[in-house]
T-cell receptor
Framework: DAKTTQPTSMDCAEGRAANLPCNHSTISGNEYVYWYRQIHSQGPQYIIHGLKNNETNEMASLIITEDRKSSTLILPHATLRDTAVYYCIVRMVSGGYQKVTFGIGTKLQVIP | DVKVTQSSRYLVKRTGEKVFLECVQDMDHENMFWYRQDPGLGLRLIYFSYDVKMKEKGDIPEGYSVSREKKERFSLILESASTNQTSMYLC???????????????FGPGTRLLVL
């Protein structure tokens, strides 16, 4: 799997958009970008994933650059409950199963 | 919504005890996984299963075994618990064959095990 680079920590004011960047310059053509988050002492929560088009769901938006070497996760209106560690990973799965490996992630602190 | 549940959130056991951690998913997923998560070491795969009664070793299977008698249930067994097995244990599941390249894994809430 390609490696990813994320800032160690970020702050965001409550109600504002949180933009979390991720660099994955060695991503290959058939690797997806995935985002998970982990709130303290809980299991990781899947947020969103994409291949090359921008994606949006009820939780967040994912913007992938045209060259696919970086992406941004956007939480449109951050709340205190969005305080968590956010993990960006790239994965290619063939054959049906492959382990998930998290890096250090970005610790997002939403400030009242 | 996919739901993965684990039998306990917190567990305290003594060295040498046999420990069972249960995981159940309700989405008819074929694949199930057991990880442990430790500070500084990240997420490490212990075992996974891609079908009933099928299992494969992950990166750190020593000291653990698993059982998958039914599709929805995947159990992790610590035959003789040791203090270095104190950790956060995470179960995950994914849909399985026929889903193409994407294989989203959904995690349970985790079991924090303390071995004294």
């Amino acid at each position: 799997d390609a490696k990813t680079t994320q800032p160690t920590s970020m702050d965001c004011a409550e109600g504002r958009a949180a933009n979390l960047p991720c660099n994955h310059s060695t991503i290959s053509g058939n690797e997806y970008v995935y985002w998970y988050r982990q709130i303290h002492s809980q299991g990781p929560q899947y947020i969103i994933h994409g291949l090359k088009n921008n994606e949006t769901n009820e939780m967040a938006s994912l913007i992938i650059t045209e060259d696919r070497k970086s992406s941004t996760l956007i939480l449109p209106h951050a709340t205190l409950r969005d305080t968590a560690v956010y993990y960006c990973i790239v994965r290619m799965v063939s054959g049906g199963y492959q382990k998930v490996t998290f890096g250090i992630g970005t610790k997002l602190q939403v400030i009242p | 919504d996919v739901k993965v549940t684990q039998s306990s959130r917190y567990l305290v056991k003594r060295t040498g005890e046999k420990v069972f951690l249960e995981c159940v998913q309700d989405m008819d997923h074929e694949n199930m996984f057991w990880y442990r998560q430790d500070p500084g070491l990240g997420l490490r795969l212990i075992y996974f299963s891609y079908d009933v009664k099928m299992k494969e070793k992950g990166d750190i299977p020593e000291g653990y075994s698993v059982s998958r008698e039914k599709k929805e249930r995947f159990s992790l067994i610590l035959e003789s618990a040791s203090t270095n097995q104190t950790s956060m244990y995470l179960c995950a599941s994914s849909l399985g064959s026929g889903t193409g390249y994407q294989e989203t894994q959904y995690f349970g809430p985790g079991t924090r095990l303390l071995v004294l």
